[in-house]
């Protein structure tokens, strides 16, 4: 029988905030705050996040969640669908960590996202022109 966890079980704390910092040391790249001056004495920050090395924050997520399996999990693979970002970070952070990984990616993803990926192209229903999910790591 699943347990179910209270809402404020859930929530995430600084203690889970500071482990998962600890955890990328080294994985995901520390980007930096970027102040850019607007007409009128305003200004944004923008975080480069396109900075990482899978072009975006997904990586920090999937390597955490991946990271936090148990060994039976993490023998058994992860899936994750996506036509981009998340796929990416996915892929990359179950690579890194010596996981078997599934993407699965619709049939409209750009095909840069595929490539960037490792999706193969392949014909999956009899020519409906759907990725076929390509296993990583």
Do not use: W
Request: net charge positive.
């Amino acid at each position: 029988m699943q347990m179910v966890r209270s809402q404020a079980e859930n929530m995430v704390g600084l203690s889970d905030i500071e482990a998962a910092r600890e955890l990328l040391r080294g994985v995901a790249v520390r980007t930096p705050l970027v102040s850019c001056k607007l007409p009128q004495g305003r200004a944004i920050f923008i975080k480069p996040e396109n900075l990482q090395p899978v072009g975006s924050f997904k990586l920090r997520g999937a390597y955490n969640k991946i990271s936090s399996l148990t060994p039976e999990e993490k023998a058994r693979g992860v899936v994750a669908h996506s036509s981009g970002n998340h796929a990416q970070g996915v892929a990359y952070a179950a690579h890194a960590l010596g996981v078997r990984a599934v993407i699965v990616m619709p049939g409209n993803a750009p095909e840069v996202a595929a490539s960037d990926t490792g999706v193969r192209r392949g014909d999956c229903s009899g020519g409906s022109g759907q990725r076929r999910p390509h296993p990583q790591g």
